[in-house]
C-alpha cells in the first residue's frame, strides 16, 4: 500500500499522456481559480473592513491559497500570454498583426522577467519562476 508508494520515487514517465494533460489542465485551472477569486468571500463587502493596522490571521483558504502560489507552473502563463497576443493581432490590422503577437508575447514575458529580477534584488525570497508564474497568470 502506502510504504510501496512512499519507498518509490513519484514518476510520471509511466503515465498515459491523457492522465498527465488532465492533471495539468486542472492544475491550470484551479491557479486561475485562486487567482481571480484569492479569497472566497460570502459578502463582497468584507474585504472593505480589513484595516491595515489589526494583524490578519490566516484561515485554511488563505493557506491553500499560498501553497497554490507556491506550486508554480509555466503552462498557464503560456496559455494566457498566447491567448492575449492572438486576440490582440487578430483584432489589429492585417499588415500590423505578426507584429503585434510578437510585442506583446515578448513584452509580457520580458516584463515579468524584469518585475521579478527587480524583487529578487529588493530582497525578495520567492523564486523566480513562481513569481513569472503569478505574474502570468494575473495578466
Do not use: H
Not at 484595516?51 to 508554480?72: I, P, Y
Request: negative net charge; charged residues 20%; contains cysteine.
Amino acid at each position: 500500500g502506502d510504504e510501496i508508494f512512499l519507498a518509490e520515487p513519484y514518476s510520471t514517465l509511466d503515465e498515459p499522456v491523457r492522465e498527465t494533460i488532465m492533471r495539468d489542465v486542472r492544475s491550470v485551472s484551479s491557479k486561475i481559480q485562486v487567482i481571480l477569486l484569492p479569497l472566497k468571500k460570502t459578502n463582497p463587502l468584507e474585504y472593505v473592513s480589513v484595516s491595515t493596522e489589526e494583524e490578519v490571521q490566516q484561515d485554511e483558504n488563505q493557506r491553500k491559497v499560498l501553497q497554490a502560489l507556491r506550486d508554480w507552473d509555466l503552462w498557464g502563463p503560456l496559455v494566457v500570454c498566447l491567448a492575449l497576443s492572438i486576440l490582440l493581432s487578430i483584432r489589429s490590422p492585417t499588415e500590423q498583426a505578426s507584429g503585434v503577437f510578437a510585442a506583446v508575447f515578448c513584452s509580457m514575458w520580458l516584463g515579468s522577467a524584469i518585475v521579478t529580477v527587480n524583487a529578487k534584488l529588493l530582497g525578495g525570497t520567492i523564486s523566480f519562476f513562481q513569481s513569472v508564474c503569478v505574474l502570468g497568470y494575473s495578466v
